[in-house]
């Protein structure tokens, strides 16, 4: 079984000297750089993540280059307009779904720091509602899930944007009355960036995706259902 040794060194000191140099004019010359020293080594992580997680996600293992986000930023509505990430990233969402309307596993891989992580971010207003009503028939399992000693060891407790208030629609004197509130449901944390170049960045990082597992799919459960339903027919 393959296994992947880590991002090669020059993948970190491209980091560090975008960091310093985010232009156009120093990025341009050593684009090549970025493709061979992390892009490449990017995909080939990927293609090791995606086997071991054929065993515990398969409906998440996503082909590299859709997997891979784009080096460039999105500069439109940012007061930041320096063009380029200072990392590498990486999303697998549900198979069949869109990638931000339901839950997947996350990572990224700077010169400062490894993020790895799972949820769901940016819900729209169908999806939330959907995992509100899960949540609410089903709380006493996801705080199981979420606060078990293997997930606070590894990510601490769920994080995300909140409400001031339980939303519309389910009662104040819930018992999950605090859950509902969130907007997003995710697990996070930041890893020291040092093992971005050894054997222990997949260890970790699959380590991390195995726990989550249960997590994820019982965000899904009810976007899955919603998605198969029949759509109700048109009269007109």
Same mark, same amino acid.
């Given at each position: 079984m393959s296994s992947f040794g880590g991002f090669p060194p020059e993948a970190i000191t491209f980091f560090r000297g975008l960091a310093r140099n985010n232009r156009r004019e120093w990025f341009q010359p050593r684009k090549h750089i970025f493709e061979e020293k992390v892009k490449a080594p990017m995909e080939e992580l990927i293609g090791v993540l995606n086997t071991q997680m054929m065993t515990f996600a398969p409906g998440h293992v996503t082909e590299p280059e859709k997997a891979i986000y784009r080096i460039y930023r999105d500069t439109r509505f940012s007061k930041d307009k320096t063009p380029y990430k200072t990392h590498i990233a990486a999303n697998f969402p549900?198979?069949?779904?869109?990638?931000?309307?339901?839950?997947?596993?996350?990572?990224?891989?700077?010169?400062?720091e490894i993020e790895v992580g799972g949820g769901i971010y940016m819900p729209g207003p169908p999806e939330l509602l959907a995992?509100?009503?899960?949540?609410?028939?089903h709380h006493e399992e996801f705080l199981r899930l979420s606060?078990? %000693?293997?997930?606070?060891? $590894?990510?601490?407790? @769920?994080?995300?944007?909140?409400l001031t208030r339980v939303p519309k629609g389910f009662c104040s004197t819930h018992p999950a009355a605090d859950l509902? %509130?969130?907007?997003?449901? $995710?697990?996070?944390? @930041?890893?020291d960036a040092s093992i971005a170049t050894t054997r222990a960045l997949e260890t970790e990082l699959l380590k991390r995706f195995r726990a989550i597992a249960p997590f994820i799919d019982f965000l899904n459960a009810p976007l899955v259902r919603a998605a198969k339903r029949p759509k109700e027919p048109m009269f007109v």
């Open positions: 549900r198979r069949g779904m869109p990638k931000h309307a339901s839950a997947g596993y996350y990572f990224s891989v700077s010169h400062t995992i509100r009503t899960h949540l609410a028939e606060s078990s %000693r293997e997930i606070r060891r $590894l990510f601490g407790e @769920v994080q995300g944007e909140q509902l %509130r969130y907007k997003q449901f $995710l697990l996070y944390i @930041v890893l």
